[in-house]
């Protein structure tokens, strides 16, 4: 089979015009002469780094479409073969040839006479990257990466059968929006019990994943897998200790929030008891909105509306259309979910979601939207790893872009009243998202300090803190069999662990930046811009500083920016 993957990798003389990436031999001259090239001036270091992030950048690139491939189509035996014979035969040696470069680097001795203020953060990274390196771990993490992707393979295949159609369980989620309260149950009720149909696969694969990931952390001298995961994620501004009262302080400022808005809805929607299978409808019963009527007219209207808060923002998104780089539509075998894929060498970003027709999918463009803008307005940035983001920074270019852009969503609804329903609808999910990313989050932390527990506790425990995090206004009584495996719904838990409370904190930022915007939208855009230029060659809090924010999550932030939230609710909804 061939497993060739061609990468455009510009003009600088280090690498040919065209790098074809086969096998390791094709990587191999690379390596070899950045393990060899003399070094004898800071001039000579720099050159090597910028040649180092060249070669990186193609690796990254490379894989990046291996990884596209299978997401767009599970059933792609040949993108499945190319994938897996990648990150089986060729990462392994990228690996540990990494690790000798890196420690190359941090040995020169011309490594701090480099200029602080371009390579502080890179310094920082290398130099985390050669305390954690652990030969045993490449052959483990290997097996990870391959394991984690069989979670994609299982819910790609996943659809619902209604009305005599199969349909993805994405799809069959917008009949959640609809007006009959019938119809609504027995959707929730066939989408959930197809999901625990592959309970028992579902829990195998993180029992394997858990005990590899414990491992590896055990390898590399932590006690945990938790404290192993922080550092490899470069957690530098904060501890899990921090993480802890975060989800307290949303238990204790946000909970009480979702509890009002859920009376509202119920007595508007004049039912006795609130079920969840009434929180996706208009909470006074009018028919489901959909903002468009074909992925075309979706993405049209996706551009104008970005081109209308500022006119570099369309152009992005055009671009990427017209090269081929939007996937939009949920299909049966594509992966669940939604991502936007840099390319470090071409520059141009690849987006990729599943759309369903529904309101939902108008937050995920302006989401991934803001994800791939974020990447072309570092294109200027030299480094490559520069140009990649802790998630920090990157959700909150992506969170960001979804209130901004609220005010200009009259691109998608010509009336003032769906307007307004849209608005409360993403405002209310504003609120929802923090508790639910606190559960995700906390349970992580107790699954991977206590490795040893069976499958019963992990589900007691689960169990718990739903219960501890869901309002209880809502009544779940008889479907404590869905509540006990909802977890199984969130793909980060299996493919990146702790890759979650990031979308908590930057959802805060967000929320920050949009008042700003409400008293000045010109100068609130200019900040948001000049931050996500910056890329990563500063520590968080001065990212969010330069989008005029600061990077907090204690409980009188969370409190403050609940209660604008919740002002300006009461505002759409007076």
């Known amino acids: 089979m061939s497993n060739a993957t061609q990468v455009e990798t510009g003009t600088r003389a280090f690498l040919p015009p065209s790098l074809t990436i086969e096998c390791w031999e094709d990587l191999e001259p690379f390596f070899r002469d950045l393990a060899t090239r003399p070094l004898h001036s800071k001039a000579d270091l720099e050159a090597w780094i910028s040649d180092k992030s060249d070669l990186d950048a193609a690796i990254a690139e490379a894989f990046s479409w291996m990884y596209i491939h299978i997401s767009r189509n599970n059933q792609d ?38 200029d602080t203020e371009r390579y502080w953060i890179y310094q920082r990274k290398v130099k985390n990257a050669v305390d954690l390196f652990c030969e045993q771990n490449v052959p483990i993490t290997t097996e990870v990466q391959l394991k984690s992707k069989e979670y994609g393979r299982i819910f790609s295949q996943m659809t619902i059968g209604m009305e005599g159609r199969q349909l993805t369980l994405q799809k069959a989620s917008t009949l959640l929006e609809e007006h009959d309260r019938e119809r609504r149950q027995a959707v929730y009720h066939k989408i959930n019990q197809r999901i625990l149909q592959d309970t028992e696969e579902i ?37 899990p200790e921090d993480c802890l009262n975060f989800h307290q302080s949303i ?60 006119p570099t923002f369309g152009k992005v998104i055009q671009k990427m259309n017209d090269i081929g ?181 930057a959802q805060l930022g967000a929320i920050a930046i949009w008042r700003q915007y409400r008293q000045d939208p010109e100068g609130a855009v200019h900040k948001y811009k000049e931050a996500l230029k910056l890329g ?6 001065d990212v969010y500083r330069a989008a005029g924010i600061e990077f907090d999550f204690s409980q009188n932030y969370v409190q403050q920016l609940g209660a604008f939230v919740r002002e300006e609710l009461h505002s759409l909804m007076d």
């Open 251 to 310: 238990a204790e400022e946000i909970v009480p929030l979702l509890n009002e808005l859920y009376v509202s809805r119920r007595d508007s929607l004049g039912l006795d008891e609130l079920r969840p299978w009434d929180l996706h409808i208009d909470a006074h019963g009018k028919e489901p909105l959909r903002p468009y009527e074909s992925m075309e007219d979706f993405l049209a209207k996706g551009t104008h509306c970005l081109s209308k808060l500022d």
């Open 77 to 114: 035996q040949q993108a499945l073969e190319r994938y897996q014979y990648a990150v089986q035969h060729i990462q392994p040696q990228v690996a540990s040839r990494e690790n000798l470069l890196n420690q190359r680097l941090v040995q020169s001795p011309f490594f701090d006479q480099l």
């Open 325 to 505: 780089h939007i996937d939009l539509e949920s299909r049966k075998g594509k992966r669940p979910g939604a991502y936007n894929m840099p390319l470090f060498k071409s520059g141009i970003p690849f987006l990729f979601m599943n759309a369903s027709y529904s309101l939902n999918d108008l937050r995920t463009l302006m989401h991934e939207s803001g994800h791939a803008i974020h990447s072309y307005l570092t294109q200027h940035l030299r480094l490559s790893s520069s140009r990649t983001f802790p998630s920090e920074i990157s959700e909150l270019a992506a969170m960001t872009m979804e209130l901004l852009t609220l005010e200009h969503w009259d691109v998608f609804f010509d009336r003032e009243e769906d307007l307004r329903r849209a608005k409360i609808n993403q405002l209310e999910l504003v609120l929802k998202v923090l508790p639910w990313i606190a559960v995700v989050d906390k349970f992580q932390h107790w699954l991977y300090l206590n490795p040893d527990h069976s499958r019963e506790e992990r589900k007691a425990y689960w169990s718990g803190l739903v219960r501890s995090y869901t309002s209880s206004v809502v009544d779940y009584s008889g479907m404590e069999h869905y509540v006990d495996h909802l977890w199984h719904k969130q793909l980060h838990v299996f493919e990146v662990p702790f890759y979650y409370i990031e979308y908590g904190f």
């Open 536 to 541: 990563y060659t500063k520590p968080i809090a």
């Open 203 to 239: 829990e195998s694969l993180f029992d394997a994943l858990l005990s590899k990931r414990h491992h590896i952390a055990r390898n590399s001298g932590f006690d945990n897998y938790r404290d192993y995961a922080f550092r490899t994620l470069n957690r530098f501004d904060y501890t």
